[in-house]
T-cell receptor
């Protein structure tokens, strides 16, 4: 039972480099989310996708783009990484919506931008 | 705007003590949902409970219990007879609305350390 799978788990970038965090879920969930977790800040929503084909901004979308490739996959792209984007990134999914169902989280991706 | 406040940042207890984690929320919605998630040292977040705004009954699940009071906008979490395995970061969260576009707002988390 894979659940929500994120890759890579660790990444070190230099300022200005780009990268994509991949997320896939095998639970046939409709909604998917990207959060970042920073010390003392809790979890903050970057982008979400309520259903296949739709994406919306969350609380902290600047510097990121997302793609809901299909129902299973939701990727997060950093076009020009900045040190402020050093964080742990979590992908999550829910069967229907965040309010009506629990979120299932991936193991997280630790990103360091030098 | 939605807001979740977890005023306690770190709590340390000795095993078998009871501990209560506080959560205060703000919302203008009449229908909303509240959640607690646990993040153990391994890092993965685990769902603990979901409660809707119309159900103020307290809930007990083993050593865990939750007290929801709309009058004080609080949804507190109590662990009875704490164990070392309860050591984790605990997040309270609030859904901004119901429906397909709902999303969660998390508090900053409470780090609980249970010492043997």
């Amino acid at each position: 039972n894979a659940g929500v799978t994120q890759t890579p788990k660790f990444q070190v970038l230099k300022t200005g480099q780009s990268m994509t965090l991949q997320c896939a879920q095998d639970m046939n969930h409709n909604s998917m989310y990207w959060y970042r977790q920073d010390p003392g800040m809790g979890l903050r929503l970057i982008y979400y996708s309520a259903s296949e084909g739709t994406t919306d901004k969350g609380e902290v979308p600047n510097g990121y783009n997302v793609s809901r490739l299909n129902k299973r996959e939701f990727s997060l792209r950093l076009e020009s990484a900045a040190p402020s984007q050093t964080s742990v990134y979590f992908c999550a999914s829910s069967r229907t919506s965040a309010s009506t169902g629990e979120l299932f989280f991936g193991e997280g991706s630790r990103l360091t931008v030098l | 705007a939605q807001k979740v406040t977890q005023a306690q940042t770190e709590i340390s207890v000795v095993e078998k003590e009871d501990v209560t984690l506080d959560c205060v929320y703000e919302t203008r919605d009449t229908t909303y949902y509240l959640f607690w998630y646990k993040q153990p040292p391994s890092g993965e977040l685990v769902f603990l409970i979901r409660r809707n705004s119309f159900d103020e009954q307290n809930e007990i699940s083993g050593r865990y219990s939750w007290n929801f009071q709309k009058s004080t906008s609080s949804f507190n979490f109590t662990i009875t007879a704490s164990q070392v395995v309860d050591s984790a970061v605990y997040f309270c969260a609030l859904s901004d609305k119901t429906g397909a576009n709902s999303k969660l707002t998390f508090g900053k988390g409470i780090t609980l350390s249970v010492r043997p």
